[in-house]
């Protein structure tokens, strides 16, 4: 009976050959900016501290975009811009996994760490508005 022999390739020989560079099952090539001291590729993180600017009106999401390709800091145009409670700056504090609203949370856990005054933000439209977001912290 030779299946005994074969299953050493289920999982018993998962050496370099296992590790792929790239690993292909929920992210993307974005990945590959993502700061890899974590070594864990599939869930780089659990929490996040994010921030943003919520809009009601696409204009003015608009607006606020401007702004920051001007070179704004971030935390500025969410004081100036932002129609919701978080005025500090649009910070919302760490976040966990399934603590946001479902679109909102995947854009942002895929956005790599910046600074206030060089953000790296996306845009996303949710159930709210019309959010930039930025994450400031990944752990």
């Known amino acids: 009976m030779s299946p005994k022999n074969k299953s050493s390739?289920?999982?018993?020989?998962?050496t370099a050959g296992g590790k792929a560079k790239a690993t292909p099952n929920t992210k993307k090539d974005k990945d590959d900016t993502l700061p890899s001291s974590s070594g864990k590729q599939l869930k780089p993180a659990t929490a996040?501290?994010?921030r943003h600017i919520l809009c009601e009106k696409h204009s003015k999401k608009e607006e606020a975009v401007t702004k920051l390709k001007e070179g704004a800091k971030f935390d500025d145009v969410a004081r100036e811009f932002s129609e919701d409670k978080a005025r500090q700056g649009g910070s919302l504090?760490?976040?966990t996994r399934g603590a946001l609203d479902a679109v909102f949370e995947k854009a942002a856990y895929e956005l790599e760490p910046s600074t206030t005054g060089n953000p790296k933000y996306v845009e996303v439209k949710t159930g709210h508005g019309y959010h930039v977001i930025m994450v400031e912290g990944r752990r």
């Open 48 to 50: 996040i501290n994010a």
């Open 9 to 14: 390739k289920d999982s018993s020989k998962n």
């Open 93 to 95: 504090g760490w976040k």
